[in-house]
């Protein structure tokens, strides 16, 4: 009887564990929630200046930790990250010189985790796929600037693909 019990405990824990998670909503509540966290007022701000003076990095803190940081080509806006109050989730968006989107994925630690697109400067989608640990997993999706999927690639390594960080 017991061991029936532990088997079942045990089918019923790996059937949970392989249940595929969705990706769409992971990254639209982690977004928020990196959002929400990295609205604050600095109380300090540290600026990076590149030997040739042609790349600037502006990093704002509040209370000791790291909630944003921006920079610069030529004085032009090019990346903007904003932290969770732990300082490892990231939600990096880089800009075109019009300002639109170029690129925006979630970071923890350092790793792409998550849905990653990439835009044309005219703001429609160039590329779209999954990361898990800094790799592209499943189906990737290329578009031409009229909006149309011009290539398919699977990248697999889906079973990479475990349960995604939190934030706490």
Same mark, same amino acid.
């Given at each position: 009887?017991?061991?029936?019990?532990?088997?079942?405990?045990?089918?019923?824990?790996?059937?949970?564990?392989?249940?595929?998670?969705?990706?769409?909503?992971?990254?639209?509540?982690?977004?928020?929630?990196?959002?929400? !966290?990295?609205?604050?007022?600095? =109380?300090?701000?540290?600026?990076?200046?590149?030997? =040739?003076?042609?790349?600037?990095?502006?990093?704002?803190?509040?209370?000791?930790?790291?909630?944003?940081?921006? /920079?610069?080509?030529?004085?032009?806006?090019?990346?903007?990250?904003?932290?969770?109050?732990?300082?490892? &989730?990231?939600?990096?968006?880089?800009?075109?010189?019009?300002?639109? &989107?170029?690129?925006?994925? /979630?970071?923890? *630690?350092?790793?792409?985790?998550?849905?990653?697109?990439?835009?044309?400067?005219?703001? *429609?989608?160039?590329?779209?796929?999954?990361?898990?640990?800094?790799?592209?997993?499943? /189906?990737?999706?290329?578009? =031409?600037? @009229?909006?149309?999927?011009?290539?398919?690639? =699977?990248?697999? @390594? !889906? !079973?990479?693909?475990?349960?995604?960080?939190?934030? *706490?």
């Amino acid at each position: 009887m017991i061991f029936r019990l532990v088997l079942l405990m045990a089918l019923a824990a790996g059937l949970s564990a392989a249940a595929p998670v969705d990706q769409k909503a992971w990254f639209e509540k982690t977004k928020a929630t990196i959002l929400r !966290q990295s609205k604050m007022n600095a =109380d300090s701000v540290g600026q990076e200046l590149s030997d =040739d003076l042609v790349r600037r990095t502006e990093i704002s803190y509040r209370e000791g930790h790291l909630y944003l940081k921006k /920079i610069y080509r030529q004085n032009i806006l090019v990346q903007v990250a904003y932290f969770d109050q732990s300082g490892e &989730f990231e939600l990096r968006r880089e800009l075109c010189p019009n300002g639109k &989107f170029r690129f925006e994925g /979630i970071f923890v *630690k350092g790793e792409a985790f998550g849905i990653c697109t990439w835009y044309f400067c005219s703001g *429609k989608t160039e590329k779209q796929g999954v990361r898990y640990r800094g790799k592209d997993v499943g /189906i990737w999706k290329f578009y =031409d600037e @009229n909006g149309r999927v011009t290539e398919e690639v =699977d990248f697999e @390594n !889906q !079973q990479l693909v475990g349960e995604m960080p939190v934030i *706490k």
